[in-house]
């Protein structure tokens, strides 16, 4: 018998582990239509995406620990839409940031992208050295108010 006719494996493979008609067909020598019809035979229905993830866990994570959607979906291995879903289905409020977060997560990406690629650091810098340059009027006072800001704020 072919394993795509026994119940217990094909619904381990479609359930357990997530496996695709197509991959299940290739390795049993069928084609998916094959695999399809069983599963239908058997009422195994594969469960989306986002069923998958625990209302109280995303409630966590999302809102109390503040993550982004981004952040959940690379730990679970989904994409961002099974997030999205998960998160409209169960009701789960969306967060919204202060400026200073959204600041902070802007540049923990950009941060991560300039440390990644030695090139696009040369390429900001010498942009940022030639604006510099040829701006240092702006410049100077941009720094000057800047660090009023700081001196302000740490008196406070």
Not at 52 to 65: A, F, G, N, R, T
Not at 75 to 100: D, N, P, Q
Not at 102 to 123: D, F, M, P, S, T
Request: proline letters at 1%; aromatic letters at 8%; one cysteine or more.
């Amino acid at each position: 018998m072919k394993k795509h006719r026994d119940r217990e494996w094909l619904q381990e493979e479609l359930v357990g582990k997530r496996r695709t008609l197509r991959d299940i067909g290739k390795e049993c020598g069928v084609s998916f239509e094959a695999v399809r019809a069983s599963a239908a035979k058997f009422r195994i229905v594969k469960p989306k995406e986002w069923q998958l993830i625990d209302k109280d866990w995303l409630q966590v994570e999302y809102v109390d620990k503040r993550r982004s959607q981004k952040d959940i979906s690379d730990e679970l291995g989904m994409s961002i839409g099974a997030i999205r879903i998960a998160l409209s289905r169960y009701g789960v409020i969306r967060v919204t940031y202060t400026k200073e977060e959204i600041r902070v997560r802007y540049n923990e990406g950009q941060n991560l992208r300039y440390a990644e690629n030695e090139e696009l650091r040369k390429r900001k810098n010498a942009a940022t050295t030639k604006w510099r340059e040829n701006n240092k009027e702006r410049y100077n006072a941009y720094q000057r108010d800047y660090h009023r800001e700081k001196k302000v704020a740490v008196e406070s």
